[in-house]
């Protein structure tokens, strides 16, 4: 079975500056993928970013990285210079080839960015 | 654009009323997915189908019905909706370890 946790709620960030959204996994497969979505306030699930689980290298998508530490089991976001545009819930996902590549999320955490 | 379409987007039924939620992709994936979004829970999954003529039941599958009517539409159905079936229902559909597109989502509320 997989599971995600995403222990932060809330978090709240002044414009410009940096935030880190936590993740941690949870599963028994050797191959997995992990993702990030961002869903603002008008409800569409927009994805962000990608990690393989063979993958040596952090993932980056512009203003998004990924810090991945498999001995953790965490893939924390990092999200850089934040904008106001970036207040949304933001969703933590793994996928495993033994789960028949089933998305599995978080709760999810609630960012909002102060002016 | 190639993506999910979803209908409808909203709806209100009464208890006991039976509906069917329509959802269809241009992405040519084999998988497409029905997801429940409630406060606080995230998104959990009911049902998914790993490729044309086959059907799983998910995390939460109590209450629904599903048909993979081909590759490109899959459709979930209540037949007797319930008030804790109140929810944002997403239609998705993925391939290996591509992202998922996802629709735009369906509000149902159930008086």
Redesign the interface.
Known sequence: AQK?TQTQ?GMFVQEKEAVTLDCTYDTSDQSY?L?WYKQPSS???I?LI?Q?SYDEQNATEGRYSLNFQKARKSANLVISASQLGDSAMY?C?M?GAGS?????????TLLTVNP | NAGVTQTPKFQVLKTGQSMTLQCAQDMNHNSMYWYRQDPGMGLRLIYYSASEGTTDKGEVPNGYNVSRLNKREFSLRLESAAPSQTSVYFCATGQGFVGYTFGSGTRLTVV
């Open positions: 995600i709620p993928g993702f409800g569409e699930m994805f990608y393989g969703f996902a996928r028949n590549y089933k998305l599995t999320f978080g709760k999810g």
